[in-house]
């Protein structure tokens, strides 16, 4: 009976929660723990002491207690008491802890919410109960949230705010909750206590931290603790919060009913404690889909052996079907022409059959025509199921289906998995969303499963190609065409974010994007192609001009050959790093410019910047000029790509390799030549590297 | 089988029901929303989003004094960012007015009518960072449903007790707007008159007791950089409205004096003196010297207590009355009034007079002199009676107040004898019973908001650079970088100058930095120690190129393209740097930049370079004066920064000996 009020429940939860995150400030986000006992914890004279964090010199606060006891042992609800106690240092860390919101839902409670500071001299001053408001945040349908809130008085540095509430959650438990275990300040004593459901022991995953488990603590209660925890900083180009920040999965055994019938019923046992049993339920559970998907229907069969037609090699008839689900079958997940009220009157797709008769479906609904289409042309196709690198770097240990999601159909060609996606409207043949490249995969087949590591796409698969004609003027002015084409990556990126723009606003896009890195930049002419063309890449061309782009003194010319990287700058600049160094996929860079000199000048001492590259290659970065025996136009040339080898996430120590790196990339990029008046004519090749 | 003919019967039942509901929705569409639902609009730029159909609102007053308010507003959305705007909204006071009604509707460009059930209202508090804010709103949000071509036109009518018998009608935004009209019902024995600014005279057609004013076919106001607010764009009327014989309950100003007089009633009894608030006043001033001693220890300390803005009560004028200083000091936090007037209390201990100043905080020229309201206000500040012993730049004199010196004790960054650039030059009200009135604050000159700029650095024969940087800051430039440096922590506040440096010399490292906020001394300072591998450019060993102004360039104002429509608004800032490049040994200047200096009505700007002992000496300096630069005039701005940003990538040439 408790399980399977637990599951209505956990989603209930969950719901509430992700609403309530957005409402949420820093010390409403964990809760906090006394007990149900109402006194306060002594404070030490070490902690009125205290000047600065013993964890972080310059944190503007610090927790020295973050306490929240977990109570689940309740059929009826679940119950957090939250307690915490915070060192305040200076002005940012008083305007952090300056207002306290607690917001909760229907089904929730808030109940004792006491507060009070206490100042460095031992001085108390509690927070009155009439000072802590009720407050409607929001009213809707229904729908109701609410927030206990108060402002703290005398808060200033030196201080210790500290505070409780016990929050109790009507018809819910504990398992499908995340516990943080790292803070937005340092935490001294970071402590989750936890008593499950039917005095079991904790189930639990903890991620991105190997010390903390639970032990027995007092009655009933299991205790899960850090010590001087550090804050929790973002950094550009790091992984995934979930998988930098330290916390904790609750979970527990699940029974689910899989049919039932006159003589009796099904059912499977989810035990996240043995992943390889987890991952079989969970697969029997799910091979309904696939079954769903691969059920044989007459038309299914008939229009796939049509669009195959003349195509000899599994290949060809694949993309064929690709091809028909991406362009015959009216995709409503991505069609922002649709309004809502036609979206009200569609037929709903009960079957893969009813999508081909509509020839209408969501794009989870075209990736099962797919399927069904290549099942019928005698194709073994399963339905995959991945990890998302945007969120979390899966492992199938991780025994949760909180982290799969419905990624792909899995076609079986010739004794190897081939993954195809259709349902995402841009998504060329071949080609999976980036951040399922390189995720693992749980392929459910009707009645086996595997699993893989899907393929992470090359650099050059993902690839930009700039090329420009310009022509250069005696005042320093650039003028001339230029063409920017993407592929991979790089153009379902872009087309998936201008798809709902019209062509006005698709231009408009770009011009800003010219005018954010070249202020004086004059762009006219601009034209985009493949827009919504899945097969092709995404091209734009335009014409540009730039007043000054060359640096002009009484004899000379100062010019940046590489139009594309004119006022880039290198991708890192802080000297210190915490997290990962963490690129989304492998990308590469073809550039191409040809520039007509003005009459006059030449090049004096022309210099090419040397080429760089790793043994591993990882990365390459080359320059090639060439001068016209005229003397008068420069052609440029330059090839990079980054991730080679699929190596797109780096330690923390490689950081001040990486960033002096890109700083090399950056000099290189924007390296300089001189144009001298009344010189003779440079002719001939620079130099080539 | 049983279970799929129920689905089906379900599903028949909701298409019905949902027919019926687009009918009945077409039905109850109201006239005046059908009617301009059919209006035709001129054809805009493509960046407009949106053209305002309709927009009207009528005002009726009740002889029992209660204000019943119907809004009835369309626009029709030209393309997708026009979604944003369709949304309904009714704002009111938890305690002290309410939303009688909120209906709204959806006519799409096929004809077919959405209209939104009490389900789709959405009722929230206005500002999730405030406490204590009885504001609240109600919102039906059609973006969903939007489409360009489509109309999104709504009703609502509120109830309130009004504080004044006045009001604002301002009659566009930024959108186009076919028809704006305000309706004003009074009841008999009632009269009202309006002043209109941003545009000619416009006065209302009367009949009986009911007053409309109404403007039709109001261009864009296309937002563009640096541009005068919306607000003194926008043609509006300011409306007064009484009984044409004198009658009580009810609030009218017709002078400037008459809002001080109220103002006084309001603030002054919260101005009372206790021991506590006399014992903190002598705590602080214990060493205070002089008259400004005594004002900056009692600023000092106010500005540190924590914000809170406090809205409550304020249907019953809250929205102007400071709590007892005495709570405040208690509590320890309180919002722009109680600060003020915690301040005004402690000067009051030490015989200091002072008095509130209302101001309009965020826009200097908002406040207009010829209509007197309080409605016109959004902040309170303070003016302190001081000696002729006390001089800063932010004393002003009225020939019965005094010498007044003006602060705004909320602005946490900016000290006594500094004023918030935001508030220089705006009309605000001094707050002093009969003898109050609204005066101009203080224009401060660029020089009090200048950065002294000091480098040395080495330039190595391979190009690397290293050296030091010093600033010295004042007045606002200084209490914007008080303000960053008070929002960041160290680590933060490395990482934003990290990129500050190596924005133009890359893969620049800092060895030292030390923020110095010297608040006794009215500045904050900075010094730093940097080296860069590679700053200068080497050519096969022979030539050597580099950028004198290697840190903060100075041509940051944003210019938009095309034809500008709005005068351009700086403000006063005041630049000069003195750089010092030790050059590489070997080397020789084979090419200087020329010296240069560009002056125009708005602001100046000159550099020079000079090689003297194997040393480059460079010297910029960048001086913009508070202006407003006629729309016609904005060449001349664009050419000016154009100009500094050519000079400043002037390269210096070395050889190699």
Redesign the interface.
Known sequence: MKIAQTNISRSTFNVMCAFLCA?WTLTGTAAVFAGNNDTWKPVSPAELAMKESSIE????AEAIFWEVRVDDSSTDELALNHYIRVKIFN??G??KF??I?IPYAKGMKIKNVMARIIKADGSIVEIAKEDV?E????????LKIKAK????????PGVIVEYRYREVIGDAGAVGMRLTFQREIPVENLSYYYKPYNDKAPNFQSFNMSEVNFVKDKKGYYLATRQNVPSF?EEPRMPPEDQVRAWMLLQGVRLNVTDVSMTGFTFIVKDPSDPGSYWGAVSTERAALTKLMNKPVDDIKRTATEVAGAAATPEEKLRKLYEYCQTQIKNVSFDSSI???QR?EMAPNKTVADVLKHKSGSGGEVDLLFGAMAKALGFETWVAYSGDRSKMFFDPKMANEYFIHRAAIAVNVENDWKFFNPGVRFLPYGQLVWYEEGAWALLVGENKNAWVRMPLSAAEKNQSKRTGKFKLLEDGTLEGKVRVEYTGHQAVTRKLSNY???S??QE?AIKEEIKRRI??A?STNIKVENASDPAKPFVYTYKVRV??YA?K????L?MQPNFFEYNE??LF????RKHEIYFNYPWAESDVIQIELPAGFAL????APSALSDPDKIALNTVQMFISKDGRTLTYKRKFYFGGGGNILFPVGAYPVLK?LF?NF??ND???L?LKQDQASNAGTTKTN | MYYRKFLWLILLICINS?ANRVLAASENVPTWLSQAAASKAPVYD??VPAVVLHNEQIITLNTDGQLIITTNYAIRML??EGKNFADATAVYIQSSSKVREIRAWMI?P?G?V?SYEK???????SD??D??NEYRIKIINGE??A?PGAVFGYQTVTEEHPLFTQDIWTFQNRLPTLLSRYTLNLPSGWQASSTTFNSPDIKPSVSGTSYTWELHDLAPIPPEPDSPNVRNLAPRVDINYSPVSATANTRNFSNWQEVSVWGTELHSPSAQLDDNIAAKTRELTANAKTELDKIRAIANFVQ?L?Y?AIDIGIGRGNGYRPRPASLVL????GDCKDKANLMRTMLSAVKIESYPVFIYSGDPTFVRAEWASPYQFNHCIIAVKVSPETNVPTIITDEKLGRLLIFDATD?STLVGDFPDHEQGSFALVVAGNDGKLMQMPILSPDNSRLERFAEANLMPDGSLNGSIHEHAFGQTAAGFRRES??????QY??VM??WL??RV??A??SKLTPKDLRGDGRFDLDLDFAAD?YA?L??G??M?FKPAFVGRLDSLT?S?GKRVHSVLLNASAYSESIKVKLPDGFVVD?L??ASKIETSFGKYNVTYEVKDGFLLFNRALTINKTEVAADKYDTIKSFF?KI??VE???V?LLKK
Do not use: C, W
């Open positions: 409402f010199k310059d944190a503007d002005e940012r008083r305007e300056s207002k919101d408001l407050r409607d945040i929001i009213k809707a349908d229904g809130s108060f402002a703290v008085p005398n808060i200033e900083k309004s809502a009220e009200q709902e723009n019209s006005v606003e408009d202020g004086s004059e007043p000054d640096q003194t009484g004899k000379r100062f700058k290198p600049t802080a000297s210190t004096e001492s022309p210099d002096s700083e950056n000099k924007t390296h300089g001189v | 949902y493509r960046e393309n997708r799409r096929s077919t959405k389900d789709s209202i959405i009722d929230q508090i999730p960072d406490i204590y969903s449903d489409e540190n924590q809170i208690q509590r320890g936090y946490e008070r929002a960041l922590s160290a680590a490395k990482t990290e990129g190596t924005h890359s893969g490292k800092l590679s450019q050519m096969q022979r030539l190129i210019v393209d090419e930049p020329e154009a940003r050519t990538g002037d390269p040439v």
